[in-house]
């Protein structure tokens, strides 16, 4: 399992501390490994067409008790519906080794399965249900035709009332009401006793399938909580924990599906196990971009937040790891440029790598300058955001009141905004509009994905500005604003397929974010007055 660096590496310099894997630049020996990887993973003939649809492989770079340097390799999941392969690490448990309780389990479930789809597809079930829908029907339709009848003869009678009938006939209306309302209720019960039998019949069916999905949602349960004990996770101090006690600390308390099965884990606990020093780590894309994720090939990503944050809190204990790069901003004690000031609200421009409003991390953000600068002013005081990465014109309010004004005019679109990125890559069209509905990825935020059925109406128009090389100069003019909209719409297939350059999510991580929000308009909510603001990009 532990690979040779089939060039020399003496001249690369071993890293002063472990990779922060959320946050990272690959460190060269990283590169070099993972070069080695993709070149044995091209070569795969009978892997191609599964690995066109995507999957993520990591490379942990390894010093032995005798100093020797090597890398070991790992995939997420399963490949080629195996878990183990001799290139590569194996997994912390082989939850497809044939004789395993796993795979036992996941037959009886199966079964279950096949007992619920055989009854739901049974004749006569089917039948039952056909012939319930027509006798409903049917009875509906008459007690419908029976209640206008008795309608019409109502306003009959009333009719004839008027015309003072004596006591005879009046009695006799009576009678007929009598009978009518009588026929009606017997006519009623006649026909729910009739649905009543079909419905017993069918009740009986979905009580079975009820039951069974009942014991295959306890099975399932069952089966996923014996499965997360196996994964009994290591870390640099020797403390072993199963998954179960790992993620007892988060907010949804439970592993989800997948967990401990991803490249980085795998990595990690074979070194342990086997006493290799972990050196560096990183992980790449190969193959095709997920339908609402976004990857490209060969592209280096962080690990996940949801699956594998809670896990390598764990893993990387008694490990020397690089502190996170965005617990403290390098804008902390930069002092903000103001653009233009009155008694109610501030225009900046806000720095690279500066939060808008305060994070989990001590970094500073625009929000705690400016309340720091003015400590009167009400209300939430950040009027939109923008990300961490992104630099250019940002609007305050000093109270709450202009707060919401400038809000309203955010909601209804009537401010004018223009961002400058360069893209990696070129679109295939000079200008348009992109329309992709975008939600929060739940296991792996702050990542966004393009989702029909849970995503927002996100839309941004474009223009090329500047082509050179494989770097495109483009202007965004978002329509709306969904959190990381421009980022996603620029690296999404379906959007521009170019990530924004330095964009480390969806792309690949450079000196900086390529994206400045360059213009922006809007009412003053006091004056009436149109305001317009510009700062070009430095880039």
Request: hydrophobic share 35%.
């Amino acid at each position: 399992m532990l690979h040779h660096f089939a060039r020399s590496i003496v001249h690369i310099a071993l890293p002063g501390q472990f990779t922060y894997p959320f946050h990272y630049t690959p460190h060269p020996l990283c590169v070099m490994a993972a070069e080695e990887v993709q070149a044995y993973i091209a070569a795969q003939d009978d892997w191609q067409e599964e690995l066109r649809e995507g999957k993520m492989f990591g490379v942990l770079v390894v010093q032995t008790k005798e100093d020797e340097i090597g890398y070991l390799a790992a995939f997420s999941g399963n490949l080629a519906g195996r878990n183990l392969h001799s290139f590569f690490v194996p997994p912390v448990y082989d939850l497809l080794q044939p004789d395993g309780f796993f795979k036992i389990e996941e037959e009886n479930i199966s079964a279950i399965n096949a007992r619920i789809r055989k009854l739901e597809q049974h004749p006569h079930y089917l039948d039952l249900k056909q012939r319930l829908e027509e006798e409903i029907h049917a009875g509906r339709q008459e007690t419908e035709k029976a209640k206008s009848i008795l309608k019409v003869a109502k306003e009959a009678r009333a009719q004839r009332r008027k015309q003072h009938p004596d006591e005879e006939e009046q009695a006799a209306m009576v009678r007929e009401s009598q009978y009518q309302k009588a026929e009606l209720k017997r006519l009623e019960k006649y026909w729910k006793n009739r649905v009543a039998v079909l419905q017993t019949e069918v009740d009986a069916y979905d009580r079975q399938m009820e039951s069974l999905k009942i014991e295959r949602k306890k099975r399932s349960a069952e089966l996923q909580q014996r499965l997360f004990e196996q994964f009994k996770m290591r870390n640099g101090l020797g403390e072993v924990k199963d998954l179960c006690v790992i993620f007892e600390q988060t907010v949804q308390k439970t592993p989800p599906a997948g967990a401990g099965e991803c490249a980085a884990p795998k990595l990690l606990q074979y070194a342990y196990m086997h006493g290799l020093k972990p050196i560096a780590m990183a992980e790449f894309w190969w193959g095709n971009s997920p339908k609402t994720e976004i990857r490209h090939h060969g592209y280096y990503y962080p690990a996940c937040k949801g699956k594998c944050e809670p896990i390598l809190q764990h893993m990387l204990k008694g490990l020397d790891v690089e502190p996170d790069p965005l617990s403290k901003s390098p804008c902390d004690d930069t002092e903000l440029e103001v653009l233009f000031e009155d008694d109610w609200l501030l225009v900046i421009d806000k720095p690279a790598g500066m939060l808008s409003v305060p994070g989990k991390g001590s970094a500073g953000s625009v929000y705690s300058i400016v309340k720091e600068l003015y400590p009167d002013a009400t209300g939430p005081i950040i009027v939109h955001r923008l990300d961490m990465a992104t630099s250019g014109l940002l609007l305050i309010a000093k109270s709450k009141e202009v707060h919401q004004h400038l809000q309203a005019q955010f909601k209804n679109r009537t401010v004018k905004k223009r961002y400058i990125a360069l893209l990696d890559g070129t679109p295939a069209q000079d200008e348009g509009e992109i329309k992709l509905p975008l939600c929060p990825d739940p296991l792996d935020r702050p990542r966004q994905v393009v989702h029909e059925e849970s995503g927002k109406l996100a839309i941004t128009r474009y223009k090329v500005l500047e082509k050179k090389g494989n770097r495109t100069r483009i202007a965004f003019y978002p329509l709306t604003g969904r959190t990381h909209q421009l980022r996603v719409h620029a690296a999404h297939p379906l959007g521009l397929n170019c990530p924004i350059a330095g964009d480390e999510l969806y792309g690949r991580r450079a000196e900086r974010l390529y994206l400045h929000a360059e213009y922006l308009e809007f009412i003053h909510p006091v004056s009436g007055q149109v305001m317009k603001f510009e700062r070009k990009a430095e880039y």
